[in-house]
């Protein structure tokens, strides 16, 4: 796309239009004029989307294969060699062509790679997989071999039996005796192999409750509220004191999406680790832990995103734009018609009550309402030209692929660009694309997971209407925590009847100076930060003070270091990954609530203590394990 800018304002220049295109986009007060004004500003100056695309295409996927291979044979096996190898076999089996011999081979090589990582029942998963499919009959030797490995390995009462299976359908295979004799006397080799003890994953906790819920907001507990004036806007309020912990908001997004990085790991479906991932059919973007999410991902959406995905991802996109995507396919199924969907965004634009905005006419604020999204900032108003022009015209290229290769319209539009601009339903369709192409840089949140010692990583992107009511401080007073398909809330620290929850939006004060923070909030969510560690400039994390400075009395000091002596211990524990007992998170959460009492903030323990929480609060949720060897 910035290829596409940069050759415009060069013609642009050239004839002396660029500051004429500028002044009259300025004048667009809506978005469906955006819209209109780019595909004519495109058909004037012969601007037309590329038609290319990452496809199924058998030498790309040898060639990955052929990559893992050597990376399997030439470096000494760790864990992350493994990973990378297993990556490697994965993007293979994507890129294969439905059915075909890569798939098979594909199949075969990456269940080598899962038996090394202990993953045995998806290791078998692979070979079954590849036994349905054309392979060659020396592959087909190996993977008999391996399968009996795997049974015998899960302790499988029924491996006896699939032994003798095994010789038989190697008696049967088109080798020549020394290589038939080798695999023979490997099954035989088996009969007298110890039993390996499976190892299972960590099982993630159940999703916590909410006990009370609010009578507006069904995701929310009854002890927070929305309220609403002219310096905060629409922020989220304590109805009630609320203690360290308490879990007050239980989120499902309304659209929720895996990031492309973690395609070839992931499910694109459920979002959940997946060693065995399967591919669509038809494109190489998206794959599925099981045919179930496969078959439910299609019907939900990826019947679109499958035409449109690899196309928009080759205009230098990023997940920005995919989640625009979903976010109109998901809009546009959620109505009986586009005329309904446009009825229910000018209700939405119209509400004079800037509190219940996005509300639904029996006074809810449903995370799963489409109608709630259209509530949320776009901050159009404070875009430059430039941002929006840039963000009109991705939003154009999109229309031009969901318009002219998917059924969204209900069959194939015209490819001619004149005929997008006199078509109502599809500029229509162009500007709801715009609006979450503004709105998803201020209201998006990252679905995270742990992964090991690093620093949480990211898994999928989600849209989360209410949770994006919350303000930000550099301080907050939450923390959200991922599960596979929500985002919990707690209280991090007490909060008092009145006062305003607050979540981050990125940059903390402990580890970003003030000038740093406040720019980076004001370039992506375009407000000035004056939050109490901004309007008291609190220092950075190693010029924090101890509570032994801190603390008013000797008596206040000695509570605060009994409250603590255990402390050592359980930053031991999260940090080695172990889900710890209910009573070490009790304890975390009194030694917040006694510093809190006893010492001013900021206060260098208590970031200790937090920090320590929010690991432990985030091995209960989602989790990227790798095997040990």
């Not at 015209?393 to 490819?415: K, M, P, Q, V």
């Not at 101890?546 to 002596?565: C, F, P």
């Not at 940090?575 to 006694?594: A, F, S, Y």
Request: include cysteine; proline fraction near 4%.
């Amino acid at each position: 796309m910035d290829e596409v800018l940069g050759t415009l304002n060069k013609i642009l220049i050239a004839t002396s239009k660029h500051q004429e295109l500028v002044s009259e986009y300025e004048t667009l007060r809506a978005d469906e004029e955006r819209i209109k004004f780019t595909l004519d500003v495109m058909s004037k100056y012969k601007i037309f989307p590329k038609e290319q695309c990452d496809s199924k295409d058998a030498k790309q996927s040898e060639k990955f294969r052929q990559e893992g291979n050597r990376l399997f044979v030439s470096t000494p096996l760790t864990n992350n060699t493994c990973v990378e190898v297993h990556k490697l076999y994965t993007k293979s089996v994507a890129y294969a062509p439905c059915p075909s011999q890569n798939l098979a081979l594909a199949y075969a090589n990456r269940s080598a790679i899962l038996v090394k990582l202990h993953k045995y029942e998806m290791s078998l998963q692979d070979i079954d997989r590849a036994l349905t499919l054309t392979c060659p009959d020396n592959v087909r030797a190996k993977l008999c071999v391996r399968k009996i490995e795997c049974l015998n390995a899960l302790r499988d009462p029924k491996v006896k039996n699939s032994i003798e299976e095994a010789r038989c359908s190697l008696e049967g295979l088109c080798l020549d005796d020394t290589l038939r004799k080798k695999f023979i006397e490997q099954l035989d080799s088996m009969k007298m192999a110890r039993n390996v003890r499976k190892r299972g994953d960590l099982k993630q906790p159940p999703v916590p409750e909410i006990n009370n819920r609010n009578v507006e907001v069904p995701c929310a507990s009854d002890a927070v509220r929305i309220e609403y004036n002219e310096e905060y806007g629409r922020h989220v309020v304590a109805t009630r004191d609320i203690k360290p912990g308490e879990v007050v908001v239980v989120e499902k997004p309304y659209s929720l999406m895996l990031t492309y990085e973690n395609v070839y790991s992931h499910c694109s479906n459920c979002l959940e680790v997946s060693w065995a991932n399967i591919p669509c059919d038809h494109c190489t973007f998206s794959m599925y832990c099981s045919e179930d999410c496969k078959t439910t991902h299609w019907k939900k959406y990826h019947d679109i995103e499958c035409a449109v995905f690899p196309f928009v991802w080759k205009m230098d996109s990023s997940n920005l734009d995919l989640c625009s995507v979903r976010l109109t396919i998901q809009a546009v199924r959620e109505f009986a018609s586009i005329e309904e969907l446009r009825k229910e965004l000018i209700q939405v634009d119209n509400c004079d009550d800037p509190r219940t905005k996005g509300f639904s006419n029996d006074g809810i604020f449903a995370s799963d309402k489409y109608r709630s999204v259209l509530s949320l900032v776009t901050n159009t108003e404070k875009r430059s030209v430039r941002d929006l022009f840039r963000r009109s015209l991705d939003s154009c290229f999109i229309l031009w692929y969901l318009a002219t290769r998917t059924n969204l319209f209900g069959n194939l539009l015209e490819r001619d660009l004149s005929a997008l601009t006199d078509n109502n339903d599809a500029v229509f369709v162009g500007s709801l694309v715009l609006r979450h192409q503004q709105l998803i840089p201020s209201n998006g949140h990252t679905f995270t997971e742990e992964r090991g010692l690093e620093e949480a990583a990211r898994r999928g992107f989600g849209i989360m209407p209410f949770l994006s009511l919350m303000n930000h401080s550099c301080s907050p007073n939450i923390s959200r925590d991922c599960t596979s398909k929500h985002i919990v809330v707690r209280a991090m620290y007490p909060i008092k009847r009145g006062e305003q929850l607050f979540e981050n939006y990125g940059p903390h004060f402990a580890l970003t100076p003030k000038d740093a923070r406040q720019t980076e909030l004001l370039k992506q969510y375009y407000f000035k930060c004056n939050c109490i560690p901004c309007q008291e400039d609190w220092p950075l994390y190693y010029n924090l003070k101890s509570y032994k400075e801190l603390a008013k009395t000797k008596a206040d000091e000695a509570k605060i270091s009994h409250v603590l002596r255990k402390f050592g211990a359980y930053v031991d524990l999260a940090m080695v990954g172990d889900m710890l007992d209910k009573h070490v998170v009790d304890d975390l959460l009194k030694m917040i609530q006694v510093i809190h009492d006893l010492v001013p903030m900021p206060c260098e323990e208590m970031s200790h203590v937090v920090e320590t929480l929010k690991r432990v609060y985030g091995l209960n949720g989602n989790r990227y394990d790798v095997p040990k060897l």
